[in-house]
């Protein structure tokens, strides 16, 4: 799965920005999902009195409203961006308004000094209002995605990878010779490979008859919370040891 995040100040472009990324990568064959980040601290969807806002009140920490035209999930709680992440299972996951992570960014600015505030090696386009005006921005492209909206997402097939172990990146490791915000940089430019990183070299495999499918670390970690659940009621179970499922059809 791949994730960026779209990112700058409010009448940005952002939303606009999304809408026409989403809409392209749809018509492409990509699945598609996306997060909206809001900034008013008081926001809830639910409704004070409603039949989910009483199973919250009784103390319920998921609660799935059911319809004819939508299933909704309320999680009565903030969750970190890896933690929502683990809630998908799609091509590409669109974020916005999220700056604190080290996944790929495109920035959205109405000015020059809009994008000198903000602009970082993560940042690898620039779009929103400001693409009316220039078409790069000190090396970086700056793309209108209401007039070429196809341009924006070439980039974003060709810069975009498989998101990294850890979204918000790890203060000690080192493993691959820098730091994670650094190594994203790296990758985005094209002077390191994603599987350069320790934590992307996964101890997991899945078989299929007898071709092997690629397993990422994240997904190695979901199975691994799984397995904990599953064995966790057996006695004399080492989960140390290496771990074979074979299912027969």
């Known amino acids: 799965m791949k994730?960026?995040?779209?990112?700058?100040?409010?009448?940005?472009g952002k939303t606009t920005t999304i809408e026409n990324i989403i809409a392209e990568l749809k018509e492409r064959g990509y699945s598609v999902g996306s997060v909206k980040n809001i900034h008013y601290e008081d926001f809830i969807l639910d409704v004070a009195g409603s039949n989910t806002w009483r199973h919250k009140?009784?103390?319920?920490?998921?609660?799935?409203?059911r319809g004819f035209k939508e299933t909704d999930i309320l999680i009565?709680?903030?969750?970190?961006?890896?933690?929502?992440?683990?809630?998908?299972?799609?091509?590409?996951?669109v974020i916005e308004g999220v700056a604190d992570?080290?996944?790929p960014k495109i920035l959205c600015a109405g000015s020059a000094e809009e994008i000198d505030e903000r602009l970082n090696d993560l940042v690898f386009a620039i779009s929103g209002r400001i693409s009316n005006?220039?078409?790069?921005?000190?090396?970086?492209?700056?793309?209108?995605?209401l007039s070429d909206a196809g341009k924006l997402v070439d980039l974003i097939e060709e810069k975009v990878t498989d998101i990294m172990?850890?979204?918000?990146?790890?203060?000690?490791?080192?493993?691959?010779?820098?730091?994670?915000?650094?190594?994203?940089a790296k990758v985005l430019k094209g002077e390191a490979a994603r599987e350069e990183c320790a934590f992307v070299k996964s101890g997991a495999a899945v078989v299929i008859g007898q071709t092997e499918i690629a397993v990422d670390s994240l997904l190695q970690a979901k199975l691994e919370a799984f397995l904990e659940v599953l064995f966790s009621?057996?006695?004399n179970?080492?989960?140390?040891?290496?771990i074979k499922i074979s299912i027969r059809k």
């Open 3 to 12: 994730a960026f995040s779209v990112f700058g100040v409010t009448q940005s």
């Open 165 to 184: 172990p850890f979204v918000n990146g790890l203060e000690q490791c080192g493993a691959c010779g820098s730091n994670c915000k650094d190594f994203v």
């Open 237 to 242: 179970c080492d989960l140390s040891e290496q």
């Open 101 to 103: 992570t080290i996944l």
């Open 233 to 235: 009621k057996l006695h």
């Open 76 to 93: 009565p709680r903030h969750l970190g961006i890896d933690k929502i992440l683990r809630y998908f299972d799609h091509d590409y996951v």
């Open 133 to 145: 005006q220039t078409s790069a921005y000190h090396g970086v492209p700056v793309i209108n995605t």
């Open 57 to 65: 009140q009784a103390g319920s920490e998921m609660i799935v409203a």
